[in-house]
């Protein structure tokens, strides 16, 4: 299947990440950037060429399209959902991609800064590309591929389903989303008028595999309180908020509970974000825990630490706030075993034998769309070195990817009842 379909992934991927929908953590708005729309209008036209006439972004930037049943089976409807927006980790303005023809093993040395050389020894992912088009940036931005990638494959998968009827599926909702890399993919979704059964997000790393486990996580802002006064006078006077914080960091665990020394299913807490002045200072935290409970031992142990950071400044306070972002999918997916059982077979017959099935150390919309009652594990995308200059993904991956969607439509078709 799809092998004589004339791909289109490699010059989608291209366009779509010149175009710049970074989102801002600290916007009110929703989206919280305009521009994010600018790929949502281009997305929108591309629909409706492609056949789903009813292609539309919503006054939040969110796009809905359908591709109708062309079956008399009873099917359920399919959602395949990406997201717009990329991270603010990297640049994410002027994205120059380069595609490495025929990639050979070698290292990958970015031609617009030099230092910036995607290595196969640390990206081992890389050295399995032989043969593959590699695409990157250029070395001064990040790519895109998250998750510019997934979009790439879903449109190519709707353009071929629709130039190819006699491949039988039931309804498809296509949903393409803002704000995810910020937690706030879903916010704006309306399920009701989305009218799925099931979903898929399309926003995952190695070829041939897909994620039904996910972090649950919550977002902490710790804020601390002193006294000003002026610097000339201000013995006896000034509790500097700036330094509360400090002490408050450096009381954080450094062999443990940290990203940077975590892996596997080890939860962790991590301080994203510092800000302030000595009258007050703020400390935002990632709290991060497969187990939905452990975010509750997290969230105490900051604020014992913030309490005890206090107590060596007298004059000082504190305040927290947290934020739920998503919940660990599986939960949900536990009780939905055919939507992962016709994905690993769908992978199966886009030539993995062998699909890995995985847990994800961060969440996608899917794990909000889970958790607000639309069942939906995470589909490979191809996408690695996430929210860097080393970003890369292949176009083979991206065309695997694609012939999966199509095999979870097939797959859900011919198991339907009559």
């Not at 919280?32 to 492609?50: F, M, R």
């Not at 093993?105 to 910036?116: I, R, S, V």
């Not at 099931?198 to 919550?218: H, K, L, P, R």
């Not at 929210?387 to 991956?397: A, M, N, P, R």
């Amino acid at each position: 299947m799809l092998d004589n379909y004339q791909s289109k992934v490699e010059e989608r991927l291209i366009r779509y990440a010149k175009i710049d929908t970074q989102s801002d953590l600290h916007s009110t708005t929703y989206p919280s950037t305009e521009k994010q729309k600018n790929l949502g209008k281009v997305l929108v036209t591309e629909l409706i060429n492609i056949g789903l006439s009813d292609a539309e972004m919503d006054e939040h930037g969110i796009i809905y399209a359908t591709l109708p049943a062309n079956t008399e089976r009873d099917v359920p409807v399919l959602c395949f959902c990406s997201h717009m927006d990329t991270s603010m980790d990297s640049p994410g303005n002027d994205v120059k991609p380069i595609v490495h023809r025929n990639y050979q093993g070698q290292p990958l040395t970015l031609p617009d800064d030099t230092n910036q050389v995607i290595d196969p020894a640390h990206h081992p992912e890389l050295g399995k590309k032989i043969g593959h088009d590699v695409i990157t940036a250029s070395g001064k931005t990040l790519l895109g591929a998250d998750n510019k990638a997934g979009i790439a494959a879903i449109m190519d998968a709707m353009e071929y389903l629709v130039q190819n009827p006699e491949v039988k599926h039931g309804a498809i909702r296509i949903l393409f989303t803002c704000d995810e890399e910020i937690g706030r993919g879903t916010a704006k979704v309306d399920l009701e008028k989305l009218g799925a059964d099931y979903g898929y997000t399309i926003d995952g790393e190695m070829a041939g595999s897909m994620e039904n486990e996910t972090f649950s996580a919550d977002m902490i802002t710790v804020t601390f309180h002193g006294v000003s006064a002026h610097t000339g006078y201000a013995k006896g006077h000034m509790v500097n908020a700036v330094k509360v914080a400090a002490e408050f960091i450096d009381f954080l665990p450094k062999t443990e509970l940290a990203p940077e020394v975590t892996e596997a299913k080890e939860p962790f807490v991590h301080p994203l974000e510092i800000t302030g002045h000595p009258e007050k200072s703020k400390v935002i935290f990632l709290l991060r825990a497969f187990e939905t409970a452990y975010l509750n031992d997290e969230a105490e142990l900051l604020e014992r630490l913030a309490k005890r950071a206090c107590e060596q400044w007298p004059g000082s306070s504190f305040e927290i706030e947290r934020v739920e972002q998503y919940r660990n999918m599986k939960d949900i997916l536990d009780e939905h075993p055919q939507v992962v059982e016709n994905a690993l077979e769908a992978i199966k017959r886009a030539g993995y034998d062998q699909p890995v099935l995985r847990s994800i150390r961060g969440g996608t919309d899917g794990s909000k769309l889970s958790t607000m009652g639309l069942p939906c594990p995470n589909i490979f995308a191809g996408e690695h070195a996430f929210h860097s200059k080393h970003e890369w993904c292949t176009v083979q991956d991206m065309e695997s990817s694609t012939r999966t969607i199509v095999h979870i439509c097939q797959i859900f078709e011919e198991r339907a009842s009559t």
